[in-house]
T-cell receptor
Framework: EPEVTQTPSHQVTQMGQEVILRCVPISNHLYFYWYRQILGQKVEFLVS????????KSEIFDDQFSVERPDGSNFTLKIRSTKLEDSAMYFC??????????????FGPGTRLTVT | AQTVTQSQPEMSVQEAETVTLSCTYD???????LFWYKQPPSRQMILVIRQEAYKQQNATENRFSVNFQKAAKSFSLKISDSQLGDTAMYFC????????????WGLGTSLAVNP
């Protein structure tokens, strides 16, 4: 069964450094999402992406964050200058709206980001 | 703004017994989707079951079923014949039915299935 993949599984970085989290959505999916989950807290929506542009972003998704779909397969989340409070699990998800296909979001295994 | 509330931070159940996890939500939309996701210790987010608000019939998936009460804005998950592998964090989530279907999440319920 097709699945969403994410790399790396765990990233440790120093405060102020840039990180790029990578996701490979399911191949025929058109809608892409990033969420984050700070340890012990609820899952929070960051951004949604469709047709090569952001369709919605949350208040968390400030100028330090950006997303990109550089080729036909990868979907990346970049944090330009990481802060301690960016430490969290970051989940990528994708979905299809194609008629006849299930349209729920399928999640990757997550990237644990630790900012020191 | 839509909100999702899970009022049970932790629950436990004996193996083979039945347990119900509660979820309430708030929205002014008439059409929307509701979901239960399971997050085991591996932290992978796994879809358990979904419900379309326009459907009156409660969704079922094997041992998992929901009690969807649209007027009360309640969406509980029933797990029958609980198994040790059901031990996980369970999240209730909501999305609008429009173009952007971002998920809005509850705080989760930690379920322990005891042998």
């Amino acid at each position: 069964e097709p699945e969403v993949t994410q790399t790396p599984s765990h990233q440790v970085t120093q405060m102020g450094q840039e990180v790029i989290l990578r996701c490979v959505p399911i191949s025929n999916h058109l809608y892409f999402y990033w969420y984050r989950q700070i340890l012990g807290q609820k899952v929070e929506f960051l951004v949604s992406f469709y047709n090569n542009e952001i369709s919605e972003k949350s208040e968390i998704f400030d100028d330090q964050f950006s997303v990109e779909r550089p080729d036909g397969s990868n979907f990346t989340l970049k944090i330009r200058s990481t802060k301690l409070e960016d430490s969290a699990m970051y989940f990528c998800a994708s979905s299809s709206r194609e008629r006849g296909l299930r349209d729920e979001q399928y999640f990757g295994p997550g990237t644990r980001l630790t900012v020191t | 703004a839509q909100t999702v509330t899970q009022s049970q931070p932790e629950m436990s159940v004996q193996e083979a017994e039945t347990v119900t996890l509660s979820c309430t939500y708030d929205t002014s939309e008439n059409n929307y989707y509701l979901f239960w996701y399971k997050q085991p210790p591996s932290r992978q987010m796994i879809l358990v079951i979904r419900q379309e608000a326009y459907k009156q019939q409660n969704a079922t998936e094997n041992r998992f079923s929901v009690n969807f009460q649209k007027a009360a804005k309640s969406f509980s998950l029933k797990i029958s014949d609980s198994q040790l592998g059901d031990t996980a964090m369970y999240f209730c989530a909501y999305s609008n039915a429009g173009n952007n279907r971002k998920l809005i999440w509850g705080l989760g319920t930690s379920l322990a299935v005891n042998p």
